[in-house]
């Protein structure tokens, strides 16, 4: 069982910065793939970067590569997520979620632990 808490959201104006953390309990952090997903109101949920359990691989959604960045610390057991250049479209509830030796997948119904999220509003 993996418990994750995401932190970090808030509001920022357009062409700013956040970064997200996402904490996960339990002693075996390293051995899951993490991803970052987002809702918008009104929207369906969608994928917005992952990285394999290994960590040797990213991937991100067309539309935040360049301007955002996953990584983690197996040691602080800590996924997180920076956010660059954010734009108003980038406003959303934003999901951290964890799959066992995944590889990534851009997919939610492929992670089983997902954590609570996290607002990002941004203002322009």
């Known amino acids: 069982q993996v418990q994750l808490v995401e932190s970090g959201g808030g509001l920022v104006l357009a062409g700013g910065s956040l970064r997200l953390s996402c904490a996960a309990s339990?002693?075996?952090?390293?051995?899951?793939?993490m991803g970052w997903f987002r809702q918008a109101p009104g929207k369906e949920r969608e994928f917005v970067a992952a990285?394999?359990?290994?960590?040797?691989?990213?991937y991100y959604a067309g539309s935040v590569k360049g301007r955002f960045t996953i990584s983690r610390d197996n040691a602080k057991n800590t996924v997180y997520l920076q956010m660059n250049s954010l734009k108003s479209e980038d406003t959303a509830v934003y999901y951290c979620?964890?799959?066992?030796?995944?590889?990534?997948?851009?997919?939610?119904?492929?992670?089983?632990?997902w954590g609570q999220g996290t607002q990002v509003t941004v203002s322009s």
């Open positions: 979620a964890a799959q066992k030796y995944g590889l990534g997948s851009p997919v939610g119904d492929e992670y089983s632990y």
């Open positions: 990285m394999t359990w290994s960590g040797g691989m990213t």
């Open positions: 339990g002693h075996t952090f390293s051995t899951y793939a």
